[in-house]
Nanobody, 127 residues
């Protein structure tokens, strides 16, 4: 089992930055994929960013087109934490942000490919 806990959400203005954290606990893996997804009010949950990491190949990241160049996903294995740095935020980035985890070398943007989910953290960007 893996437990995930997001933090760092809040209310910001358009153009501001915000950093989200996702702390993982429980079983450890030599390789994994950690994704950030978001769900805006009245919309389906969507992929935001992913990092796939292994002890032998390092990290591989991938972003949704809507956040590419503005958001950066990174990880600190010593802290079992993945971060999402969000810059140049827009009102359309307003959503509940969820981190998700899947053990193994998984390169996926699909919600159904992730086994463990956090409770989410709310991000509101005012115009």
């Amino acid at each position: 089992q893996v437990q995930l806990a997001e933090s760092g959400g809040g209310l910001v203005q358009a153009g501001d930055s915000l950093s989200l954290s996702c702390a993982a606990s429980g079983r450890t893996f030599s390789s994994y994929a950690m994704g950030w997804f978001r769900q805006a009010p009245g919309k389906e949950r969507e992929f935001v960013a992913r990092i796939t990491w292994s002890s032998w190949s390092g990290g591989n990241t991938y972003y949704a087109d809507s956040v590419k160049g503005r958001f950066t996903i990174s990880r600190d294995n010593a802290k079992n934490t993945v971060y999402l740095q969000m810059n140049s935020l827009k009102p359309e980035d307003t959503a509940d942000y969820y981190c998700a985890f899947r053990g193994g070398l998984v390169y996926s943007t699909k919600i159904t490919d992730y086994d463990y989910w956090g409770q989410g953290t709310q991000v509101t960007v005012s115009s």
